[in-house]
């Protein structure tokens, strides 16, 4: 199994600033997953970060408001720009372990005031 | 494109009573299906799952098997306990060209088990 971890683990932020998530990863992988879960939601898959390429984002969510970076096999950072209170949310990266399975990191509760 | 729907909760049980929370998916070609499993203030945790049609996924006392005819995929539990108090979420993963990987999540369905 992966070990992931993700710093902060939970935050209090003033709308119009920007907060940037990091996501480390014990072992090398190639892909990383971004997800967010709304209060009472499941989870969205914003983006999936590759070593080496620009991120893949999905379909409502933009680089300029979600700017990805993977600057090796083990780390990527997400970054909330420009808060507002509907971005509070829990934030998760994750990992592709085997042929089908994610592991998840503990995520990052945002709270945006 | 792929979906999952799954039962909404909040679902209250006392403790030892029989559970069940139905899943049911959408997806083209034959995707791998899971559950997991979020305790208050963790992360989502994979608690089984089921690759092919049949396959039977089982976890902690908790079973789900994979039925390809009703497309679902519902989750049992013989006899709950308090610890169980979590939010369940379905899921299907689905390959794409080139390997990537998209898991679709269900809503979630939140189990309250009193003593």
């Known amino acids: 199994s992966a070990v992931i971890s993700q710093k902060p683990s939970r935050d209090i932020c003033q709308r119009g600033t920007s907060l940037t998530i990091q996501c480390q990863v014990d072992?090398?992988?190639?892909?990383m997953f971004w997800y967010r879960q709304q209060p009472g939601q499941s989870l969205t898959l914003i983006a999936t970060?590759?070593?080496?390429?620009?991120?893949?984002?999905e379909s409502g969510f933009v680089i300029d408001k979600f700017p990805i970076s993977r600057p090796n096999l083990t780390f990527s950072t997400l970054t909330v720009s420009n808060m507002s209170p509907e971005d509070s949310s829990i934030y998760l990266c994750?990992?592709?372990?085997?042929?089908?399975?994610?592991?998840f990191g503990p995520g990052t509760r945002l709270l945006v005031l | 494109g792929d979906s999952v729907t799954q039962m909404e909760g909040p679902v209250t049980l006392s403790e030892e009573a029989f559970l069940t929370i139905n899943c049911t998916y959408t997806?083209?070609?034959?995707?791998?299906l899971f559950w997991y499993v979020q305790y208050p203030g963790e992360g989502l945790q994979l608690l089984l799952k089921?690759?092919?049609?049949?396959d039977k996924g089982s976890n902690k006392g908790f079973e789900a098997t994979y039925r390809k005819e009703t497309t679902s995929f519902h989750l049992e539990k013989g006899s709950v306990q308090v610890s169980d108090s979590a939010v369940y979420f379905c899921?299907?993963?689905?390959?794409?060209?080139?390997?990537?990987?998209?898991?679709?999540f269900g809503t979630g369905t939140k189990l309250q088990v009193i003593p």
């Open positions: 994750s990992v592709p372990y085997g042929e089908e399975t994610q592991y």
């Open positions: 072992s090398q992988v190639t892909m």
């Open positions: 970060a590759n070593q080496g390429s620009e991120a893949t984002y």
């Open positions: 997806a083209t070609g034959y995707p791998s």
């Open positions: 089921a690759t092919k049609a049949d």
């Open positions: 899921a299907l993963s689905s390959r794409f060209s080139g390997g990537y990987q998209k898991v679709t």
